[in-house]
C-alpha cells in the first residue's frame, strides 16, 4: 500500500470513529506518571524510637549522597525528592508518597533494622511489583553492620544495582547469580586473602561531605550508559499533518472509546509497521512481582528458586506495606502499561512527539524480539 492509500485509510478510519463517538472528556488520570524521562526516587528513614534524631538526619544525608553518586556511576538519569524521616510508628500512616516517585528507598536505623531484617536472614532487599516498569520499586536496607551481612553502604549499591539492571530490562535471573558472586568475591577479598582480582568488584564513591572513601559494588559494565528509551531506531516516522488525527485516535483507545485491535490497526496505517502480537509482556520476561535479597556471609552458593520465593512469602508477611504501596491499576489486557503511560504524558503534552515516537519504536522491536 502506497503512501498515499495509507493516509486516506487512516482519514476514513477515523471519519469511521469520528461518527460512533460523539462525546470527549479531557484527561484527567488519578494515578501517578512520570513527567520526564529521568527516574524519580527517595530516601525515607524509619527510627525506632518515637522521634527523629541528629543520628538519623545524618543517615538521610550520608545515603542520599551515596545514591546520588552511584546512580552517576552507571551514567543512570534521576531526580530525587528531599530526605524525610518518621518513627516507626508514624510511618506507614503519615508518609505521603509522590504519585511520580518511581523508586522508594526505606532505611532502618540500627536497632528497628535489627528487629526487623536481620531475624529473615537478610541485611537488605529491592521489590518491584506489577505494572508499569519504569514504577513501583522499592529497596530497604538497615544502617546496622554485622558479621553476617556486608557494609550497609555494599548492601545499598547491591540493591541499587538490581532496581537499575531490572528497570533496564536484563534478564533478572542471570543479574541475580552474578551479582551473589560478586558478594561472595567481595566477603573473601575483605575477610581471607586481598589480591588483585578484588579491583574487579568494587569502586569507591567519594564527595567532599562524607569525608571518607565508601567502598560500593562495581556497576555492571553493559548497562553503564543506557537508558529505558533512548535506544531507538530512526524508523518510527509520522508526518506531521497526520499527528493531530493520531493524538485524537490515542485519546479515544486511552479512554477505551475503541479496542487495541483498532488502536494497532491505527499504528499500522501510520506508521508502516506491525502492532499484531502486543502482549503485555512483550518487553519484560518476567511481569510478576519480583523480590532480591542480600545474601548472608553464610551462604556460599546463590540461593535456588525455591529459597527464593520462600524469602519473597516471608518479606511479603514482615513489610505487607510494600504491596500496598506499589500498586497500580492494570489499564490493558494487551499493551504494556508503561506504554499507556507514556501515551497519557504525551496526550497531556508532558513528552514531545519525538519522545512519544521513542516509545513506539521501543514496543515495536519488544515485538519483532518475541517473534
Given at each position: ?141 538497615c544502617e546496622c553492620s554485622s558479621f553476617r551481612f556486608s557494609d550497609p553502604s555494599w548492601i545499598l549499591s547491591h540493591e541499587l544495582s538490581h532496581f537499575i539492571l ?206
Amino acid at each position: 500500500m502506497d503512501g498515499k492509500r495509507k493516509r486516506v485509510c487512516a482519514i476514513a478510519f477515523a471519519t469511521i470513529l469520528l461518527l460512533q463517538i460523539t462525546s470527549m472528556q479531557i484527561l484527567n488520570p488519578a494515578y501517578g506518571i512520570h513527567q520526564t524521562q529521568k527516574v524519580s526516587w527517595q530516601i525515607v528513614v524509619v527510627s525506632h524510637e518515637p522521634v527523629c534524631t541528629i543520628y538519623h538526619y545524618q543517615l538521610a544525608q550520608k545515603y542520599q549522597i551515596i545514591t546520588t553518586e552511584y546512580f552517576k556511576l552507571y551514567e543512570f538519569d534521576t531526580n530525587h525528592y528531599q530526605p524525610e524521616c518518621y518513627s516507626v510508628q508514624n510511618f506507614e500512616w503519615k508518609y505521603q508518597k509522590p504519585d511520580d516517585l518511581d523508586l522508594l528507598i526505606l532505611i532502618y536505623d540500627r536497632d528497628l533494622g535489627r528487629e526487623k531484617l536481620q531475624p529473615l536472614g537478610i541485611g537488605g532487599f529491592y521489590s518491584h511489583f506489577d505494572g508499569d516498569i519504569t514504577h513501583n520499586h522499592t529497596i530497604i536496607f538497615c544502617e546496622c553492620s554485622s558479621f553476617r551481612f556486608s557494609d550497609p553502604s555494599w548492601i545499598l549499591s547491591h540493591e541499587l544495582s538490581h532496581f537499575i539492571l531490572n528497570f533496564l530490562g536484563f534478564d533478572l535471573n542471570k543479574v541475580e547469580d552474578q551479582i551473589h558472586l560478586i558478594d561472595n568475591k567481595y566477603d573473601y577479598c575483605m575477610e581471607k586473602e586481598y589480591d588483585k582480582t578484588c579491583t574487579k568488584i568494587a569502586t569507591y564513591i567519594e564527595h567532599h561531605d562524607l569525608g571518607y572513601k565508601v567502598k560500593v559494588m562495581k556497576p555492571y559494565h553493559l548497562a553503564i550508559g543506557m537508558s529505558f528509551f533512548n535506544e531507538t531506531l530512526e524508523e518510527i516516522k509520522i508526518k506531521a499533518k497526520d499527528l493531530k488525527l493520531f493524538k485524537q485516535i490515542t485519546k479515544w483507545w486511552y479512554e477505551g472509546k475503541i479496542t487495541n485491535s483498532e488502536y494497532s490497526n491505527s499504528l499500522e496505517i501510520l506508521t508502516g509497521q506491525s502492532f499484531d502480537n502486543v502482549s503485555s509482556d512483550s518487553f519484560l520476561e518476567e511481569s510478576e512481582s519480583i523480590i532480591l535479597t542480600e545474601p548472608s556471609k553464610e551462604e556460599k552458593v546463590v540461593p535456588s528458586s525455591s529459597q527464593k520465593s520462600f524469602s519473597s512469602e516471608d518479606i511479603l508477611r514482615a513489610f505487607p506495606f510494600i504491596g500496598d504501596m506499589n500498586s497500580s491499576p492494570n489499564f490493558s489486557n494487551d499493551y504494556p502499561e508503561w506504554f499507556k503511560t507514556r501515551a497519557t504524558l504525551w496526550l497531556n503534552e508532558k513528552i514531545s512527539d519525538s519522545s512519544f515516537a521513542k516509545s513506539i519504536e521501543v514496543l515495536k522491536n519488544s515485538i519483532t524480539d518475541e517473534k
